[in-house]
Nanobody, 119 residues
């Protein structure tokens, strides 16, 4: 069972930046891609960004394109989400996930980390 551990959430003012990290206990054929989802209070969980371990191919939600960057460090089995120019509407619990492709995530989930952006 792959375990994912997120870190890096917190409180930041609008326009600020945060970097989230997600460390995977291992990389297997079941988690060849990693991604981030978020869920705000009273809203459904939504996709944020994803990346493949091998090629580094990335995909983003339109709402974060140009502001967020997903990256990876294969040597550390860690995926990062650099969030710049944060907006109050980015406030949510951010969860890391793994799967067999960037379109097929959700096999594994981390515990989530809170990101709060004040106006």
């Amino acid at each position: 069972q792959v375990q994912l551990a997120e870190s890096g959430g917190g409180l930041v003012q609008a326009g600020g930046s945060l970097r989230l990290s997600c460390a995977a206990s291992e990389r297997t054929f079941r988690n060849t891609a990693m991604g981030w989802f978020r869920q705000a209070p009273g809203k459904e969980r939504e996709f944020v960004a994803a990346i493949t371990w091998n090629t580094g191919r990335t995909t983003y939600a339109d709402s974060v394109l140009g502001r967020f960057t997903i990256s990876k460090d294969n040597s550390k089995n860690t995926v990062y989400l650099q969030m710049n120019n944060l907006k109050p509407e980015d406030t949510a619990v951010y969860s890391c996930t793994g799967g067999t492709s960037t379109r097929n995530l959700g096999a594994y989930w981390g515990q989530g980390t809170q990101v709060t952006v004040s106006s």
